[in-house]
């Protein structure tokens, strides 16, 4: 017996080493047709949303230049009113909060340089080029691409998207078009606001906790502002505000199974579009570094 154990476990050792390729052959197959199916699923879905942004501005385009295609503009309106002057409140809370950190954040390091009073570009700079316009872009996105999404989804679910094609009424046209020209304009138009309210948070705590005189703060901030900086700021507000709108109508009209659908759509369009609006500020500011923007 002491001679049969050592050797049928040395013939099961030795097995399990002759089957290791074929289970890492197996492993590594598998994971390559999980990663290539994933890749394949993303193509779709982005090649899903650029579809739908052409769609919408073809229809765009003809209520523009042709006379009997009309946009709603109380559609519009109403659109904007929701997704932008609501959004106003907590827009201005939090830029001034950070326009509040940026200035506490900065000073102790400005201040073993002897440059205390440099605080004001930075957070000008920061604010104009890049966090005014990318967190008003995270925070709309919570705010209003969710409430699109589950909007659409809901009428999906009602299949009131399917009485509108019934009565041949495109659905793009009159329920993505006036979201995406809402949410473009109304997020541009915040960008402004909170480059402007990020600044006076810097100012109060500059002038409050600092000790720098308001007017050496907006001098330096007039200073260390370009054109280009709020160009910039305007330019990645807009397409922002596309991106928010585009994939909050997408997974709107993909909503399937329900109540559950509906949710799922949501929580899907506020992470893909705060991922997507990291990667497209990211790209933005390399070609912005890269054209000396």
Partial sequence: MSDVAPQSWSNRVVRAI????????TAVGEAGFSAHRRALEWVRYVGGVCYLLYDATVWVGRGLFVPRVKLGWGSLASQMVRVGVRSIPIIV??????????????????????SLEKVANIVAIAMFRELGPLLSAIVLSGFAGASIAAEIGAMVEAEEIKALRAHALNPIRFLVVPRLLATVIMLTGLAVLADVVGVAGGLL?????????????????????????????????????????????HEGLSVRGGAEGVGRGTTSTVVKSIVALIATDCVFTAAFYLFGL
């Fill in 205 to 249: 705590t500059s002038w409050f906790v600092l000790d720098i005189r308001p007017q050496l703060y907006l001098e330096n901030t007039r200073f260390a502002l370009e054109y280009k900086d709020f160009l910039t700021g305007l330019v990645k507000a807009g397409v922002f505000g596309m991106l928010i709108a585009m994939i909050a109508c």
């Fill in 18 to 25: 002759a089957a290791m390729p074929g289970r890492v052959v």
């Fill in 93 to 114: 809370l939090v830029q001034t909060f950070i326009g509040i950190i940026l200035a506490l954040q900065m000073a102790p390091t400005l201040q073993a340089y002897g």
